[in-house]
């Protein structure tokens, strides 16, 4: 790709936040602490979680930055940064969230493998750019295109991150052409984060957005768009990021009986607390954030000041002071909502936390039944252990 290009070792990395918990160094994963998370509804770009496979590529020369689109179309053509931004620019508030946010819970029930996440991979961005079902319709496919006149029916994202599980390939995922060119899924060609140009942590200059779908489908740092007949056939959509039942482990998994995880649960984490607390008043605030995949809003969360046997259900918002209202067009229908409660803690305890959607999807009440060997989709009630008084643990 003229005016990218890949390093071959971590000497060039970009600077970080100092605040980030480093998950590891080499490539580089992080995330912001709990509390830092929800004090924003947009969360700031430096603690936004980062979640990459090797070395940052870097931009040499973005006159020459071009973006391919071809395959199963007509019309191949490439496009630079100016005809990106030629198009219409939408600005869509969404939250991503990687399959593997709060995986080390998961862990605690039985070994996985993966980034150990805790509750913060996750973070809510207002995303700029094109839509993808623009750029498409010019170079020549129609919005709502379910199939091209060559047999295309996916759209593969290449970048010009090297992966070792690619075998030093590029990493690369799709989406189905009919959400492609769907406009209303609001799928983006995004060069801006939080107003400002995505930084390279980011994805920099160009990346998708996949709004109400696993992180690992919005692919940064673009090199290419391919329309293929087939699901994108890369490490991470053909041997990670699939859900399988707790029965299956490393000595009988079969890839090929699961298909690529895409749209995420609901799900909610209480985030003004850790996993242990000691607190000196009995009358404590509760916050933290829930969300779904799909586009679906959140009916409500509930909380439980002992251990899920009574609940009462938390206020939920987007915008401070005013309610939310889950389908509203007033809400942001990809992003995420914030929780809050104050209750009274006459006793240590054990608080939980779990959300339902609009579709009345409810989180799983205990980690066991959904335990899965890459440990992706914790999405299980929320639990907190709160203990009254003064003294240490």
Sequence with gaps: MPGLTGPSDYSQEPPRHPSLRINAKEPFNAEPPRLALISSYVTPVDLFY??????????????????????????????????????PKYNVTATLQCAGNRRTAMSKTRTVKGVGWDVAAIGNAIWGGAKLADVLELVGIPKLTTTTTSGGKHVEFVSIDICKEENG??????????????????????????????????????????????????????????????????FFMQKDYKMFPPSVNWENIDWSTRRPQMDFPVQCAICSLEDVNVVKHEKITISGYAVSGGGRGIDRVDLSIDGGKTWVEASRYQTTGIKYIAGETSSDKWAWVFFTAKVDIPQSTE???????????????????????????????????????????
């Design 169 to 234: 390939g590029p990493y690369k995922a799709s989406i189905p052409l009919n959400q492609a060119t769907n406009s209303e899924a609001d799928v983006l060609l995004a060069y801006e984060m939080n107003g400002e140009p995505l930084n390279r942590d980011h994805g920099y200059p160009l990346r998708s957005i996949v709004p109400g779908v696993i992180g690992a489908r919005s692919v940064k740092w673009l090199d290419s768009i391919n329309i293929i007949a087939e699901e994108c056939q890369g």
């Design 50 to 87: 980062k979640r990459n496979h090797g070395p940052i590529p870097i931009v040499d020369d973005i006159e020459r930055y071009r973006v391919s689109i071809s395959g199963l179309m007509e019309n191949p053509k490439e496009l630079s940064m100016t005809d990106i931004r030629k198009l």
């Design 351 to 393: 608080i939980v936390a779990k959300a339902v959607d609009t579709a009345a999807n409810v989180q799983p009440e205990n980690v066991d039944v959904i335990w899965n060997l890459r440990g992706i989709l914790n999405t299980s009630w929320h639990r907190v252990d709160v203990r009254v008084g003064h003294s240490n643990l």
